[in-house]
C-alpha cells in the first residue's frame, strides 16, 4: 500500500460529512411537496419533500409539531426552515424542520379550512341542529372578557331594553395562550347553572390571529355539546369563525348579539302599548254605539236562526216522505210470509230424504240378513270348529279322539272324533 494513500473508515467518512453538511446548512429554508407523512407514536413525524426531480427526508419532532396551526398531509406543498444533518446508523441525511408554512396560503386560513371541512362533515354544521332562541329569557349568560369592549356593549344595549334581565357573566381570555380551552369552559360552566335561557359568546373585531381561540376545536365542542342555545358574537359583520358556524345563530356583532336576544320582549312591550291604546279608544266611545251594534248583531241572529230552524224543518219532511214510501211494515210482513214459505219447502225436502234413506238401509239390512251365517244355521246347518278356533272342511283336519265344537243357531256342542270318511253318506245323483 503505498503511503501517500488516505484510507477512511465509514465511520470517519460519516462524519466529515457531517462536519460540512452542518457548516454549510446550519439553517435553510427548502420548498417541497409533502409525501409519505407518518406519524409515530412518540408524537414525532416522519415525511418526505420532494419536487420533480430530487427527494429529502425530513423529521418534525414533537415539541416543534405542537405549535403548528394546520394539519400536514401528503401532497400538500410547504416550506419548512430548519437545518440539515447526516443520520449515521443509515448512511442519510435529513432535514430537521424547525417551522414549517404551507405554500400561498397562510397556516392560520388552512388551518381554519381544514377544521371547518372535518366540522362540517360531522355534521355539526347541519341547520337541522340548530334552536331557536327562547321568546322571554329571563336569564343569560355571557362567555367574553370582562374588560373587553364586547361586554359594555352587550349590557348597553340589555339595559336600554330590559334592565331587568338577570345576567351571568363567565369571565375568560378571548385571545392568546389558553383563551380556548377558558371560552369553552365558560360554555360549559354555564351549562352548569340552573335556568340560564341562552348564552352569549363574544367578543370585540381583530385580525385572524387575534380572533383565532374562536376558531379552536375546543370551543366548536364545547358549543355543539351546549344544551342552552347559543349565538355567537366575534368579531366584526365580515369576520367568521369556526364558532359562528356551530353556533345556533351568528350575530354580526356583539351589539346585534344582545338585540337579537331581547328583540321578541321588545316587541311584546310595543304590542301591549298598541293593546292599551286600542282599548282606551274602544273606551271613549259613545255608548249608543255599542248598543246599536248589539242591536244589529241581535237582529242577525234571529234571522240566521230563523232560517235555520226552516231548513231543519224541510229536511224532516223530506225524511218523513222518504220513511213513509218504504213502509216498513209492509215489508216486515212480506218478508215474514217469504220465510214461512221457505221453511214448509224445507221440511218437505227433509221428510222425502228421510224416507228415501230409510228405504235404503231396510233393504241393505235384508241383503245382509240373507248372507249371515246365522241365517244358515237357522235352516238346521251347524258349523263345526277345532278347539283351537279353526273351522272344519276336511276330515284330514282332525284325528280320532280330537274334541270338536259344533256351532248351532242356538248355542254349541263339544263333540269327539269317533271315526272320518273321506266321502260323506248321502246318495249319489
Same mark, same amino acid.
Given at each position: ?275 292599551? =291604546?286600542? &282599548?282606551? @279608544?274602544?273606551?271613549? *266611545?259613545?255608548?249608543?254605539? /255599542? +248598543?246599536?251594534? #248589539?242591536?244589529? $248583531? ?49 221440511? =218437505?225436502? &227433509?221428510? @222425502?230424504?228421510?224416507? *228415501?234413506?230409510?228405504?235404503? /238401509? +231396510?233393504?241393505? #239390512?235384508?241383503? $245382509? ?61
Amino acid at each position: 500500500m503505498s503511503a501517500s494513500r488516505t484510507v477512511l473508515t465509514i465511520s470517519e467518512l460519516t462524519r466529515r460529512l457531517q462536519e460540512v453538511l452542518e457548516e454549510r446548512f446550519p439553517a435553510v429554508w427548502v420548498e417541497g411537496e409533502i409525501s409519505n407523512f407518518r406519524p409515530s407514536a412518540a408524537g414525532h413525524a416522519y415525511f418526505t419533500l420532494k419536487d420533480a426531480e430530487s427527494q429529502l427526508r425530513a423529521v418534525l419532532f414533537r415539541s416543534r409539531g405542537r405549535r403548528l396551526r394546520f394539519e400536514p398531509a401528503d401532497g400538500l406543498h410547504v416550506m419548512a426552515f430548519g437545518s440539515i444533518e447526516v443520520y449515521p446508523q443509515r448512511g442519510e441525511y435529513q432535514m430537521v424542520v424547525e417551522l414549517l408554512e404551507p405554500k400561498g396560503l397562510g397556516a392560520l386560513q388552512l388551518a381554519f379550512e381544514q377544521l371547518k371541512a372535518r366540522l362540517s362533515a360531522e355534521g355539526l354544521f347541519d341547520q337541522a341542529r340548530k334552536r331557536e332562541l327562547p321568546r322571554f329569557p329571563r336569564k343569560i349568560g355571557i362567555v367574553t372578557s370582562p374588560s373587553g369592549a364586547a361586554i359594555r356593549d352587550i349590557l348597553r344595549v340589555i339595559g336600554r331594553r330590559f334592565g331587568e334581565l338577570h345576567i351571568v357573566i363567565a369571565p375568560c381570555r378571548v385571545q392568546g395562550e389558553g383563551a380556548a380551552e377558558q371560552i369553552a369552559q365558560g360554555v360549559r360552566d354555564l351549562n352548569l347553572l340552573t335556568g340560564v335561557d341562552v348564552i352569549i359568546v363574544a367578543r370585540g373585531g381583530g385580525s385572524l390571529e387575534d380572533l383565532w381561540a374562536f376558531n379552536e376545536e375546543a370551543v366548536a365542542r364545547a358549543i355543539a355539546g351546549s344544551k342552552v342555545p347559543v349565538v355567537s358574537a366575534v368579531g366584526h359583520e365580515v369576520d367568521y369563525t369556526i364558532a359562528d358556524f356551530v353556533a345556533d345563530l351568528r350575530a354580526p356583532t356583539p351589539s346585534a348579539a344582545a338585540e337579537l336576544v331581547v328583540r321578541e320582549k321588545q316587541a311584546v312591550v310595543e304590542s301591549l302599548a298598541q293593546l292599551r =291604546a286600542r &282599548l282606551e @279608544r274602544l273606551a271613549a *266611545r259613545p255608548l249608543r254605539d /255599542l +248598543e246599536r251594534r #248589539v242591536d244589529e $248583531l241581535t237582529a242577525r241572529l234571529r234571522r240566521e236562526m230563523r232560517g235555520e230552524v226552516s231548513r231543519a224543518a224541510h229536511r224532516v219532511a223530506l225524511a218523513t216522505r222518504a220513511l213513509r214510501a218504504s213502509d216498513p211494515v209492509a215489508r216486515v210482513a212480506r218478508d215474514r210470509d217469504q220465510l214461512e214459505s221457505l221453511q214448509s219447502r224445507m221440511l =218437505a225436502v &227433509l221428510h @222425502r230424504r228421510r224416507d *228415501r234413506a230409510r228405504g235404503a /238401509l +231396510e233393504t241393505a #239390512v235384508g241383503r $245382509l240378513d240373507s248372507l249371515s251365517p246365522l241365517a244358515v244355521l237357522g235352516r238346521g246347518y251347524s258349523l263345526t270348529r277345532t278347539i283351537a278356533g279353526d273351522v272344519v272342511h276336511s276330515p284330514a283336519q282332525v284325528n280320532i279322539g280330537d274334541v270338536i265344537r259344533v256351532l248351532l243357531q242356538r248355542g254349541s256342542l263339544d263333540a269327539r272324533v269317533t271315526d272320518t270318511r273321506e266321502q260323506d253318506d248321502r246318495p249319489q245323483v
